[in-house]
């Protein structure tokens, strides 16, 4: 196997840390010790990429996922040398590629003025990004008739991982010691949806301004619904956000109405009416959505909106 059919198999069957079944069950926790002893912890819940880990395969860190039940059952697995320290990747407890894990970085020991630890305001993703959800709950997220069925916003907060809203201040005070100390080279902010208007443009342009003004030479992506104004794409780049994420989630009209039905009373019309919008703002690949396979769009729907 090469290193790209490396990384495509752990992303899609997940690593198995689990180094004792039983007592992992037990613990009430799939991954129990060994996922939290080698490099960053991942994270479990939450808005964007969870209940994965950073694991670098050559020199390309990727985000697997370690706690689901699918990486639970995985051939995939890992042997640590205890006088070396180093990390040997197993398929059914044959060696196939050294790896290594990002470690803690030194940010996650700082808290704010007000004793609020700098790991709950933003995260570590892979080795080099900066990633926050700027506002921790969203309109749709509690009304079953809205909410979306993937999403997990109010797991984290529930378990006091992380904090509702995040200040500018507190993101740019974050940003420029991620910066400082662990070399992050660029940041995501992304956002549960605040209302049916701006829908989280116009906090995401605080955000991006108080950070550009703090660590100018960071590179930041903001993700949100399109805004009913388009006006806010060059208020969001004049702030500092140099491209954006308008995640359409699922292709197929009935499939959006099933799965988020809140999400969905923006029409697909009006996603590509923004994209075209935003593109002239911000410029070509550097406006961007996200699929999600396995929701219920047919692999030919799913062909057909990434082509278009
Ligand atoms: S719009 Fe949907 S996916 Fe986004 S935060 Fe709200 S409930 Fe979650």
């Known amino acids: 196997m090469n290193q790209q059919q490396v990384i495509t198999e752990l992303q899609t069957k997940g690593l198995n840390l689990v180094v004792d079944a039983a007592a992992?069950?037990?613990?009430?926790?799939?991954?129990?010790?060994?996922?939290?002893?080698?490099?960053?912890?991942?994270?479990?819940?939450?808005?964007?990429?969870?209940?994965?880990?950073?694991?670098?395969?050559?020199?390309?860190?990727?985000?697997?996922?370690?706690?689901?039940?699918?990486?639970?059952?995985?051939?995939?697995?890992?042997?640590?040398?205890?006088e070396t320290g180093k990390s040997t990747l197993t398929y059914n407890g044959k060696a196939v590629a050294p790896i290594d894990f990002p470690r803690r970085p030194r940010f996650y020991q700082l808290k704010t003025a007000n004793g609020v630890p700098y790991w709950k305001i933003a995260l570590l993703h892979s080795h080099n990004v900066l990633a926050t959800t700027v506002l921790q709950r969203c309109i749709r997220y509690d009304n079953r008739t809205t909410a979306c069925q993937f999403c997990a916003i109010g797991q984290s907060l529930e378990a006091d991982r992380t904090i509702a809203q995040k200040t500018p201040q507190q993101l740019a005070e974050v940003a420029a010691a991620a910066v400082q100390l662990d070399g992050v080279e660029n940041m995501i902010m992304t956002t549960g949806t605040p209302n049916v208007t701006d829908r989280g443009a116009a906090y995401l342009t605080d955000c991006a301004q108080a950070i550009r003004k703090r660590v100018p030479s960071?590179?930041?992506?903001?993700?949100?619904?399109?805004?009913?104004?388009?006006?806010?794409?060059?208020?969001?780049?004049?702030?500092?956000?140099?491209?954006?994420?308008?995640?359409?989630?699922?292709?197929?009209?009935?499939?959006?109405?099933?799965?988020?039905?809140?999400?969905?009373r923006v029409p697909?019309?009006?996603?590509?009416?923004?994209?075209?919008?935003?593109?002239?703002?911000f410029g070509r690949n550097q406006v961007s959505t996200y699929l999600l396979a396995g929701l219920g769009d047919s692999k030919e729907t799913l062909l057909e909106m990434c082509d278009r």
């Open 268 to 281: 697909l019309s009006y996603y590509f009416e923004a994209f075209a919008a935003a593109v002239r703002v």
């Open 218 to 264: 960071l590179p930041i992506q903001a993700q949100c619904e399109p805004p009913d104004d388009f006006e806010w794409f060059a208020k969001m780049h004049t702030a500092g956000v140099d491209s954006l994420g308008m995640h359409l989630e699922a292709a197929d009209p009935a499939v959006r109405a099933k799965i988020m039905p809140g999400k969905a």
């Open 24 to 82: 992992g069950e037990r613990a009430g926790n799939w991954a129990s010790d060994l996922a939290s002893d080698l490099g960053v912890s991942g994270r479990k819940g939450g808005a964007g990429p969870s209940d994965h880990k950073a694991v670098t395969v050559g020199k390309t860190t990727v985000m697997v996922p370690v706690y689901t039940t699918g990486a639970a059952e995985s051939p995939y697995a890992v042997r640590q040398d205890k």
